[in-house]
């Protein structure tokens, strides 16, 4: 098991604490998208805890305009260049799915940590190379599912886990996927042939199942349907059609470790209820309602109610939760919010040996998961979960 990893470059004047852990971005844009978005300003928001030194983009002019940008020292035009630097201890990848695997490796054989976002890879094959590649070289991978990581989904664990509603009996997802619906962007173009691996299984659906196995454990055995009812869709400025493969109904039913009954429906678009999550148990319920079907952004509201009063009351996320991010704990919309959090657990995986922040071998696992609601579909037959 890697040990604990001390961060001393020159750069850094000595001290009692750590030294930053010095980051560097793959797929960061000056035109936008997610780097800026989120992983900028959530590095940001931890200053003592890391440093953005490097980043890399397509081509070295589109590099050059994204270290102007961002302020970034060191901007470079491949990979390869970034992953050499010794300023870098943690190359964090953020371009589309299919280019997961080449840049994860080439960071890895560079001896690197590694932070990639979630999908891990096209597909559970890739995950598992990426995870045990990262064993064999003895590094530290890590995967961008930061749902589990969220105050809120991180409050209600402690709920669930506190008794507040007892014995689990039952848990029920409504989720909207946001994309996947009627029209697409240029941005979004990929997300319509799901050999591309960015599909709303494995993005939105992935992304809340992983916070709803953190609350409540992992699916055992499940059955799903699921459909692609729209095989048309619509550019949204142009009006161009363009044909699409990606599943946009997903009905999973299953049992999870406790014993209680899970259901969880994903619809591709918007819908009049975007996210409402019930929590059902001997003692009370909880729900959980939002705007969005990512968990991932961490941007809902629980309320609760226990069987001496049946009335529901909100139960506001307790400031403690927000105590690793405080520069954050009033921008609880911004897209930074819970990558930030994810991020100051990562910091205590690195320097303290911790395993908070789910690694390769999680991600391999979860992508299995995923694979057993596309057989359920496929085939009809209840699937039995392992590890």
Do not use: C
């Amino acid at each position: 098991m890697p040990s604990p990893l001390s961060f001393t470059h020159a750069s850094t004047p000595a001290t009692d604490s750590p030294a930053p852990i010095g980051v560097g971005i793959v797929g960061l844009s000056a035109s936008g998208g997610w780097a800026g978005t989120a992983h900028v300003p959530a590095l940001a928001a931890l200053p003592d805890a890391y440093e953005l030194r490097a980043l890399s983009a397509s081509s070295a002019e589109s590099a050059k305009a994204a270290g102007e940008e961002f302020g970034v020292p060191l901007a470079f035009g491949s990979v390869e260049e970034l992953v050499e630097r010794d300023e870098v201890d943690l190359v964090v990848v953020t371009v589309k799915v299919p280019h997961h695997r080449e840049l994860v490796m080439s960071a890895l054989a560079a001896g690197k940590t590694v932070l990639s976002e979630w999908p891990l890879g096209t597909g559970t094959t890739e995950a598992e190379e990426m995870a045990a590649f990262a064993q064999s070289r003895k590094l530290r991978g890590f995967v961008g599912l930061q749902a589990r990581s969220a105050p809120p989904v991180r409050y209600l664990r402690d709920l669930v886990a506190d008794g507040y509603v007892g014995r689990v009996l039952s848990t029920s997802v409504v989720a909207s996927g946001r994309k996947w619906g009627a029209t697409f962007d240029n941005r979004s173009a990929y997300l319509l042939d799901r050999a591309n691996g960015a599909t709303m299984l494995s993005i939105p659906f992935g992304h809340t199942i992983d916070g709803l196995a953190s609350v409540l454990g992992e699916f055992t055995e499940l059955s799903a349907t699921t459909a692609t009812r729209r095989t048309e869709v619509r550019h949204e400025e142009t009006g161009q059609p363009a044909p699409t493969n990606v599943d946009d109904q997903i009905a999973v039913t299953g049992t999870l470790e406790s014993g209680a009954v899970a259901s969880v429906h994903f619809r591709g678009g918007i819908a009049a209820t975007n996210f409402l999550w019930e929590i059902n148990g001997t003692e009370g319920d909880l729900l959980v309602t939002g705007d969005s079907g990512h968990l991932q952004f961490g941007q809902v509201t629980i309320h609760g109610a226990r069987a001496n009063n049946a009335e529901l009351a909100e139960l506001p996320v307790p400031a403690r939760y927000d105590a690793n991010v405080p520069a954050l704990a009033t921008a609880r919309d911004s897209m930074a919010y819970t990558v930030a959090h994810a991020y100051a657990q990562l910091r205590a995986d690195l320097t303290e040996g911790t395993h908070t922040v789910p690694d390769f071998t999680h991600a391999a696992r979860h992508h299995r998961l995923l694979d057993h609601v596309q057989q359920a579909a496929i085939t009809g037959e209840r699937q039995r979960v392992s590890g």
